[in-house]
Nanobody, 111 residues
Framework: AQLVESGGGLVQPGGSLRLSCVASGFTFRNYGVTWSRQPPGEKREWVAVIGTDGAATNYGDSVKGRFTISRDNAKNTVYLQMNSLKPEDTAVYYC?????WGQGTLVTVSS
């Protein structure tokens, strides 16, 4: 199984980014997918999770109302739409499924 994240970058506070996670090597549609993040010098924390058909989602308190997780099973891809970004959202963002993790994509929120 392989997961590859993309879409990170530098954004100003209040801005938006959309992260993507492309999966391969397993039957993607059968598994839930989680986004997590690790801020500089801190522990990794859970951000959001999505069920197999995309109907069930859940979010960490720090991102609820600002981030949206979605998936396209035809493209083996999960997205994380991040709006109203804050400096404290700065982190390496990872997707995970089936016990596997991607390499992460860095999001930096700074003016």
């Amino acid at each position: 199984a392989q997961l590859v994240e993309s879409g990170g970058g530098l954004v100003q506070p209040g801005g938006s980014l959309r992260l993507s996670c492309v999966a391969s090597g397993f039957t993607f549609r059968n598994y839930g997918v989680t986004w997590s993040r690790q801020p500089p010098g801190e522990k990794r924390e859970w951000v959001a999770v999505i069920g197999t058909d995309g109907a069930a989602t859940n979010y960490g308190d720090s991102v609820k109302g600002r981030f949206t997780i979605s998936r396209d099973n035809a493209k083996n891809t999960v997205y994380l739409q991040m709006n109203s970004l804050k400096p404290e959202d700065t982190a390496v963002y990872y997707c995970s499924a089936l016990g596997n993790w991607g390499q992460g994509t860095l999001v930096t929120v700074s003016s």
